[in-house]
């Protein structure tokens, strides 16, 4: 029983750390830019082979 809770606590402290760290809040990274706006594509013709004779 004790190592049960050993692997429980191991693991719970494991779940913390990363919940801790993967937020970027404590790394001191700047935060990405913003995307860009796609630009607007043209529309092309389509061809119908199907009933092309």
Do not use: H, V, W
Request: proline residues 8%; aromatic residues 6%.
């Amino acid at each position: 029983m004790k190592q049960l809770i050993q692997i429980f606590a191991l693991a719970g402290l494991a779940a913390t750390a990363l919940a801790l760290t993967s937020c970027g809040c404590s790394s001191g990274e700047a935060t990405a830019p913003p995307l860009r706006k796609l630009p607007d594509f043209k529309e092309l013709p389509t061809i119908d082979y199907a009933n092309e004779k």
